[in-house]
């Protein structure tokens, strides 16, 4: 398959998984008795922003195609410049997203601040959510943490009870079209997704202990945000699970 043809299937992996969440909070904020309260409130700025990045990504693709050579479409991603991401932000609008859609997430804001592209770090996360939703069992769990590699970084891990990644595809598991025995999946998402972290500085890598699988992203750290900005994004956070 042509790198075109790639990008666009990843492009509407990322489309679809945004209006899922979308159309979950909607049916939640229009339900009749549905949520009340700060917890309405939070999942209406969730599909607010989640809508507002689906129109930044429409945007840029606009303005890929309208690029005549195919050497200004690579130049127009490799020139991006990195912005200040606060982490509490992120993670907490897309588990508020996951969580509208009946996943449980276990998370604690942390007020750090990384540098990146926030929306193509958002998209990333939420393929690994979505993957322990479909291949995992109880709560899905994300830790932020600091880490020197060697350079200082911020990784976020999100591990889920799940069968594991079989032995045989550990290898091969961001290759496109990868998937394990039985899934209903396109096999792109994994791969999508290392390719969104690895175009701002980031990483992502499996890795597994017993019985948990856990998927890592990095991103390279800033700080830790101002006691302002910790707690406008604890609104979002330390929760177990989202009533629906």
Request: proline fraction near 3%; glycine fraction near 12%; hydrophobic fraction near 40%.
């Amino acid at each position: 398959m042509s790198r075109v043809g790639r990008d666009e299937r990843a492009r509407l992996h990322e489309v679809a998984s945004a209006l899922a969440g979308i159309r979950a909070a909607t049916m939640l904020l229009n339900a009749p008795g549905g949520v009340e309260g700060e917890r309405r409130a939070a999942l209406a700025q969730m599909a607010q922003s989640e809508l507002q990045r689906l129109e930044r990504m429409v945007q840029k693709q606009q303005e890929i195609a309208s690029s005549a050579a195919a050497s200004l479409r690579v130049s127009s991603q490799d020139d991006e410049v990195a912005e200040v991401i606060d982490l509490d932000a992120v993670v907490g609008t897309i588990v508020l997203a996951h969580e509208a859609k009946g996943t449980e997430v276990e998370w604690r804001p942390s007020r750090m601040l990384a540098l990146g592209d926030s929306d193509q770090l958002t998209e990333a996360l939420n393929v690994l959510l979505d993957n322990a939703a479909t291949h995992g069992s109880g709560p899905a769990r994300i830790e932020v943490r600091a880490v020197d590699r060697p350079s200082t970084s911020v990784e976020i891990a999100v591990t889920d009870d799940g069968p594991g990644v079989a032995p045989e595809l550990r290898r091969r598991i961001f290759a496109w079209g990868v998937s394990g025995p039985g899934s209903t999946g396109q096999g792109i998402g994994l791969h999508v997704a290392r390719d969104l972290m690895e175009r701002q500085g980031g990483y992502l890598e499996l890795s597994e202990s017993g019985e948990r699988t856990t998927f890592v992203l990095g991103i390279p750290l800033l700080g830790c945000a101002d006691d302002g900005a910790g707690e406008r994004a604890s609104g979002l956070g330390d929760r177990r699970g989202f009533a629906t």
